[in-house]
């Protein structure tokens, strides 16, 4: 297709390596991995290769890694299942104010059913205080849930610090890593998690497969119910040509992540500098933690701009908005909420971000493109 893609953080094409990986499992391996024949001995392999490669990644072991649909099915089976093992122990939990839905939700049902939870809250760069966190643990505090860089900011929280501080007080410690997986190194030990979320499709690998880090002894209920596959942890017959596929994908991480991070690093900074010195200093603003970010991700703001009138009158960018902009109302998301973005500022945001097939000349014409539309909708 034609046309400039910045919104990798939504999610990534499929690598042709990934796609080619892939292939003889969709073809001719499309045995059933429980099977003893040889199809289903050859399914067994792959997946078990692609075991392998994610537990390289993460620097985990093979048999700490829970193969799932996705980064959402990650998220409910480390929360809802460490809270399920450990509800004898206590039903408190302790998140920050920007997770994804697919924490927040979690969180949320879990209220419902009794549990209580913490929401602490970020200052104005979406960063959290480990301080904060640590003063939100409870004696029936069972788990904590931060995730590891914010979708919408790029902000990286201090996920190792906090790890440190729950764990002193003998409590889990569960990371979305679903934005970070592929961008930065996001190794369990360095973190000091017990769980780690990852989404295959956030790092080119197909939609609907992901992965859970489940550390070596730490109590996990399952969610489903059904058969003895992944250790009884997580039931049902595996998808093998996209776990293959993730496995590949996490192989190309290994591999490519330290010369990548700061080409993305230097493409979204030209496209910041772009941006930021072709308007008036008064009518734009970046956000997120500059100094802590990914470096494929600009959330930025255009004063008076509504962002969603922006981008449909940019049919030639893929991006995402952070607000939308109603009749007679606007609907901010979650996180600019909670880093308290003044209203001129929030309903004009958007998310750029950068990733693998990104060129310097995207980078470019975007900007003259933004730039021109942003001064028109202002005359």
């Not at 499929?14 to 080619?20: G, S, T």
């Not at 295959?200 to 690998?205: I, N, P, R, S, V």
């Not at 550390?215 to 003895?228: H, I, Q």
């Not at 990733?355 to 003259?368: L, N, S």
Request: net charge negative.
């Amino acid at each position: 297709m034609d046309g400039i893609y910045l919104d990798y953080n939504a999610t990534t094409p499929i690598a042709p390596e990934v796609r080619e990986a892939m292939q003889p499992y969709l073809e001719n391996h499309f045995g059933n991995p429980s099977s003893t024949h040889s199809y289903g001995r050859a399914a067994q392999a792959g997946i078990a290769k692609a075991r392998n490669q994610m537990a390289l990644l993460l620097g985990a072991s093979p048999e700490e890694i829970v193969f799932t649909s996705g980064g959402t099915e990650a998220n409910n089976l480390a929360i809802r299942g460490a809270a399920v093992a450990l509800r004898d122990k206590g039903r408190h939990l302790v998140t920050t104010t920007v997770e994804h839905p697919a924490v927040t939700q979690v969180m949320a049902h879990l209220e419902s059913e009794g549990w209580d939870v913490s929401y602490v809250p970020v200052d104005e760069r979406g960063q959290v205080d480990p301080e904060a966190v640590e003063a939100a643990l409870r004696p029936d505090t069972v788990l904590v849930s931060v995730m590891h860089a914010n979708n919408e900011l790029g902000t990286i929280m201090p996920v190792a610090d906090i790890a440190a501080r729950a764990h002193a007080k003998g409590v889990l410690v569960h990371t979305d890593a679903a934005q970070s997986v592929g961008k930065i190194p996001a190794r369990v030990w360095d973190l000091g998690v017990d769980l780690l979320s990852v989404a295959g499709h956030k790092f080119y690998a197909p939609k609907g497969v992901g992965a859970l880090f489940v550390k070596r002894g730490t109590p996990l209920a399952p969610v489903l119910f059904g058969a003895a596959q992944e250790e009884g942890r997580r039931p049902g017959t595996e998808n093998t040509p996209y776990l293959v596929g993730l496995g590949r994908a996490a192989e190309l991480a290994i591999r490519e992540q330290k010369k990548l991070a700061p080409q993305w690093a230097a493409l979204r900074d030209r496209l910041q500098d772009e941006l930021v010195s072709s308007l008036p200093a008064d009518q734009v603003r970046v956000n997120g933690d500059l100094e802590h970010h990914l470096p494929n991700t600009l959330s930025i703001s255009f004063r008076g701009i509504q962002g969603d009138a922006l981008l449909n009158g940019l049919p030639e960018i893929a991006a995402s908005t952070g607000a939308a902009c109603h009749a007679d109302a606007v609907s901010l998301s979650t996180v600019l909420e909670a880093i308290d973005l003044p209203l001129e500022f929030a309903k004009g945001t958007v998310r750029l971000s950068i990733g693998r097939y990104t060129t310097a000349e995207d980078v470019d014409r975007a900007a003259k493109l933004i730039v021109a539309k942003v001064k028109e909708m202002r005359r």
